[in-house]
């Protein structure tokens, strides 16, 4: 992957500092069965790039919350593994008010970025996380109308990909009947799986 220098400011504390990112981002048009984008076989995969940490106070965010500066800056982002990143992310986005849908989505991104090093801790007790929050904010409105298909179907699939079989199952035999087709149909194989005490990734047919 090509990665560009790029120079930043902090949206907390002002201080300007080098970052590493990706120009561009390629959608393949393939997810998995939580919906993270396939990159070929590449590992890690892009998600590590779209996170920046401040070397001055500490906050992470989206790297497209860091404006770009065209000053010569003397600092460079901190080298913390990218999962650390994300779960920064969201304790600061709590901290600071931050609705519920933008910490779910941090923490999902935690967990993506602990697979790909093989954090199995790490990554299971991000996908906990990243559910509570999913179901949050349905209640709290913050996520996005755009967005709630893809949130009520994950919220099922990330307690199959926990070892939650029997709340995964459950969560699905009530929300089946409004999710969109293609959700649907995930959802009833992601029970067949959960029947049979299996948390595998799949792919998510249908979108290409």
């Known amino acids: 992957m090509?990665?560009?220098d790029?120079?930043?400011k902090c949206p907390n504390c002002g201080v300007k500092f080098n970052s590493k990112q990706l120009p561009e981002v390629v959608d393949t048009g393939l997810r998995n069965s939580e919906l993270r984008q396939h990159v070929g076989d590449v590992r890690p995969q892009y998600e590590q790039y779209l996170i920046?940490?401040?070397p001055s106070c500490g906050k992470s965010a989206w790297a497209t919350e860091f404006a770009a500066t065209s000053e010569v800056c003397v600092l460079n982002q901190p080298n913390k593994p990218p999962?650390?990143?994300y779960r920064n992310a969201a304790i600061w986005a709590e901290r600071e008010g931050g609705n519920f849908f933008r910490v779910a989505m941090y923490y999902l991104y935690a967990a993506w970025c602990a697979d790909d090093v093989n954090a199995v801790p790490q990554a299971r007790e991000y996908r906990r996380l990243a559910t509570e929050a999913f179901r949050k904010c349905l209640v709290d409105v913050s996520c996005p109308n755009s967005s709630r298909a893809d949130v009520e179907y994950l919220i099922g699939e990330l307690c199959r990909r926990t070892g939650d079989f029997?709340?995964?199952?459950?969560?699905?035999?009530a929300v089946i009947g409004r999710l969109p087709a293609l959700y649907s149909t995930m959802a009833r194989k992601l029970m067949k799986l959960a029947e049979m005490g299996s948390?595998?990734?799949i792919d998510f047919e249908g979108i290409n």
């Open 166 to 173: 029997a709340r995964c199952k459950e969560y699905f035999q």
């Open 6 to 8: 790029i120079g930043v």
């Open 199 to 201: 948390e595998d990734l």
């Open 2 to 4: 090509y990665l560009a």
């Open 52 to 54: 920046l940490t401040c």
């Open 83 to 85: 999962h650390l990143q």
